[in-house]
């Protein structure tokens, strides 16, 4: 197959986009930081079938990282990105650089309030605010009817979504499932940073959300006793330390004391160099 072609440059992605729609085609985004795994590669398949034209955009976005994480560690695979790209039926590829993304002078951000507070907000400052800047960049270069995201990132989802509603944005998104490993282990590109003894211990995310939705299952509502459950699990891997295990309602994303209704039970923990995220939303009558 032909490599997918790659568009590095605003006018560019505008001249081809307005050429799609003036077509009257649809266009699907589907924005990524690249060194792409199983669970992005869902989302362009899902994009190919609700869309004509698929557009993958890789961008390590710099300003969504704080000043003592992984930016320049970050994985980084481009020529095996464009082969996924295209074997998962993606049309194109959006990557500009950081230059092109944010020159010399720059100054416009974009901010969304209330969902940003808790979970990842409360431990990545700023982080949030670099999402949803970009995503809107992406969204005025590559004017797609609609984009896709990774429940996996459910505040991000939240955020985005909330963004979409609150701008008017004509963008229509779509939230996929969480890809994961035979063990459970939600698939990130940062589960590369994990050594073998942490990639085994890494699991417990999984199994801690197992047990959390069993208890729950079973009548428990306190979030104080399914937070403190899911607690002890993951802390009996020495090599685990916990950031954060929240309970908090889909709506606002703002902290539950009892379960009633959708809730939202996410979490983080660092292995090692690996910051991983995880979650699941529980049902409650
Ligand atoms: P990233 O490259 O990590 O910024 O992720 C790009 C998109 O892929 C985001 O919408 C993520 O939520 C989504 N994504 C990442 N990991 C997974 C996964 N394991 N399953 C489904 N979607 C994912």
Known sequence: MADVKAIQTVSEMHRVADQIRADGLQIGLVPTMGFLHEGHLSLIRRARRCVDRVVVSVFVNPIQFGPQEDLEAYPRDFERDRVLIGDSGGDLIYAPDAEEMYPEGYASYVDVDGLTRHLCGTSRP??????????TKLFAAVKPHVAIFGQKDAQQAAVIRRMVQDLNLDVEVLVSPTIREADGLAKSSRNKYLSPEERQEASVLYQALQKAKRLVADGERRSEVVIGEMRELI???????????????????????????????????????????????????
């Open 126 to 135: 700023g982080h949030f605010r670099g999402v949803t800047t970009v995503v």
């Open 235 to 285: 802390e009996r891997r020495p090599l685990a330390q916990i950031d954060y295990i929240e309970a908090v309602d889909t709506a606002h994303l703002q902290p539950v004391e009892e379960f009633s209704g959708e809730i939202l039970l996410a979490l983080a923990v660092q292995f090692g160099k690996a910051r991983l995220i995880d979650n699941l939303v529980v049902q409650t009558a």
